[in-house]
């Protein structure tokens, strides 16, 4: 389980001194839920995030134990070295906005007439609570040849789970390379 610390002070001094002491600062909130604002080690959390098997996981902040689950991020323009991240509260029986992300399976017919495989997005907007939340979405792109797409509407939805985009939105496909 990922341990971090809570924050005293959301002062710039304060979060300054935190990253160059090896912290990554994160803010930790919910539907009805008190904001917690947390601070953990960088190389940690990169670590746990890399090896984790599902979309919610467990952390430990202070005495409170809390799943969450990865809302949004910031970068560094220049060096690439993440310096926010927005955490989710994961609530069970609460539907809330993931971003789930999309796995294919095979290899795409096109790719031997010369075409390429392309992600058009690499995650997919749902509405769902936790408990009905699928890891990922797997896409078999098999029988996919140049000029084949996989839309919106061609991913079968789990139980309890809610897409609102589009549903002749492209999500991968194979084009013909130049």
């Known amino acids: 389980m990922l341990e971090g610390i809570i924050r005293e002070s959301t002062s710039k001094a304060e979060t300054k001194k935190l990253r160059r002491d090896g912290y990554l600062i994160a ?3 919910g539907k009805g839920q008190e904001n917690i604002n947390a ?5 940690d959390f990169i670590k746990y995030l ?3 098997e599902h979309l919610v996981f467990p952390v430990k902040v202070g005495d409170k134990e809390v799943k969450v689950v990865v809302q949004e991020y ?3 323009p220049v060096t690439g070295e993440l ?3 927005d955490l989710l509260m994961a609530q069970d029986g609460v539907k809330s906005y993931y971003h789930v992300p999309i796995k294919v399976k095979g290899t795409p017919i096109g790719l031997k007439n010369k075409g390429v495989l392309i992600y058009h997005r690499r995650r997919i907007k749902v509405k769902a609570a936790p408990e009905n939340l699928p890891d ?3 896409l078999d792109v098999t029988n996919l040849d140049v000029g084949d797409n996989i839309l919106i509407r ?3 939805m789990p139980e309890g789970v809610e897409c609102f985009l589009n549903p002749s939105i ?3 496909g194979v084009i013909k390379a130049k």
């Open 27 to 29: 803010n930790i909130y």
């Open 39 to 43: 601070a953990f080690k960088t190389g």
């Open 50 to 52: 890399r090896n984790k």
């Open 74 to 76: 910031q970068k560094h």
């Open 83 to 85: 310096l926010h991240v």
């Open 136 to 138: 990922f979405f797997e």
């Open 154 to 156: 061609d991913i079968e």
């Open 170 to 172: 492209p999500v991968v």
